[in-house]
């Protein structure tokens, strides 16, 4: 029987063992410092694509008196909503 050692920098590792390493993808997280919905009680982190996840979401807090700073709405193509200002919605 052979047996054949492999070094670290002869494959990437992944969950399956040696192959291409999968890059991790960019996540928007939640700018309410008091946010525990993410996994394991850290902030939701949402997909680029999916943003308007995080808008309702952060409506959600909205009613509980969180205001997300203008600069934070202005980096997400967001803003208050024109009618109420109790959510975020698209610009």
Known sequence: M???Y???TDCARTLFGCGDAETKQ???VCPFDGCVSGINGKPSAI???DISRLR???SE???DGFVPSAEWLSEHDSRLCPGCEKA???L
């Open 2 to 4: 052979q047996i054949v």
């Open 6 to 8: 492999f070094l670290a």
């Open 26 to 28: 960019p996540r928007l």
């Open 47 to 49: 997909r680029p694509e």
């Open 56 to 58: 309702q979401h952060l």
């Open 61 to 63: 807090h909205m009613s």
């Open 88 to 90: 975020v919605v698209l």
